[in-house]
């Protein structure tokens, strides 16, 4: 890690500044530095511009968002997924638009938000999606649903309709003291 810290300072370009500095940001969250972290990706931040690439701008506005709800804390966050969402939704493919959509229901069951994240989810199809993405989708409903109480949805049923108790109706010949229902009685 110190050897791309190091490589950082010898290029002019601050795009690729920024992106060693998002890297090394990534790195030290997940390492648990998560004020590293932080201070990498302000720098990060500074040095990527929307002019020089707006993809990778919008790319790393939502993964400093999921870095940050990782690491447990959201400070900031709603202002990058703002910013990725715009950049995203005129230059991302489907999967970052995926990401974008994960990100914001992991911040939503992170906030007590369950509904909002079941919602945001709800209509995000699982066809076609590499494993991993598979996997954190099926993972973030199941909380979501959980969180509900939404049994059935939490483990990946459809909720089957209630049934309606059917008791057969009784007649009211056998109901009444002294009916054939009474015959069959034993008072021992």
């Given at each position: 890690?110190?050897?791309?810290?190091?490589?950082?300072?010898?290029f002019?370009?601050?795009?690729?500044?920024?992106?060693?500095?998002w890297?090394?940001?990534?790195v030290?969250m997940?390492?648990?530095?998560v004020?590293?972290?932080?201070?990498?990706?302000?720098?990060?931040?500074q040095?990527?511009?929307p002019?020089?690439?707006?993809r990778?701008?919008?790319r790393?506005?939502k993964a400093?968002?999921?870095?940050?709800?990782s690491?447990?804390t959201?400070?900031?966050?709603?202002?990058?997924?703002?910013k990725?969402t715009?950049a995203?939704?005129l230059?991302?493919n489907q999967?970052?638009?995926?990401?974008l959509?994960?990100?914001?229901?992991?911040?939503a069951?992170?906030?007590?938000?369950?509904?909002?994240?079941?919602e945001?989810?709800?209509?995000?199809?699982?066809d076609?999606?590499?494993?991993?993405?598979?996997?954190e989708?099926?993972?973030?409903r199941?909380?979501?649903?959980a969180?509900?109480?939404?049994?059935?949805?939490?483990?990946?049923?459809?909720?089957?309709?209630?049934?309606?108790?059917?008791?057969?109706?009784?007649?009211p010949?056998?109901?009444?003291p002294?009916?054939?229902s009474?015959l069959?009685?034993?008072?021992?």
């Amino acid at each position: 890690m110190s050897e791309l810290a190091g490589l950082r300072e010898d290029f002019a370009p601050s795009h690729l500044r920024g992106l060693i500095s998002w890297t090394l940001g990534n790195v030290a969250m997940l390492r648990g530095d998560v004020l590293q972290g932080l201070r990498e990706h302000d720098e990060a931040a500074q040095l990527l511009r929307p002019e020089t690439d707006l993809r990778a701008w919008g790319r790393f506005c939502k993964a400093s968002a999921a870095m940050r709800i990782s690491a447990g804390t959201d400070d900031g966050v709603d202002d990058l997924l703002a910013k990725a969402t715009h950049a995203l939704e005129l230059v991302g493919n489907q999967g970052d638009r995926l990401e974008l959509t994960l990100t914001r229901a992991e911040l939503a069951l992170t906030r007590g938000q369950s509904r909002k994240a079941a919602e945001l989810l709800r209509h995000t199809p699982m066809d076609g999606l590499p494993p991993l993405a598979l996997a954190e989708l099926s993972w973030l409903r199941h909380r979501a649903h959980a969180a509900l109480g939404e049994r059935e949805l939490a483990i990946g049923r459809r909720p089957r309709p209630r049934r309606r108790s059917r008791r057969p109706e009784r007649c009211p010949r056998h109901s009444r003291p002294g009916g054939p229902s009474a015959l069959h009685t034993d008072p021992r």
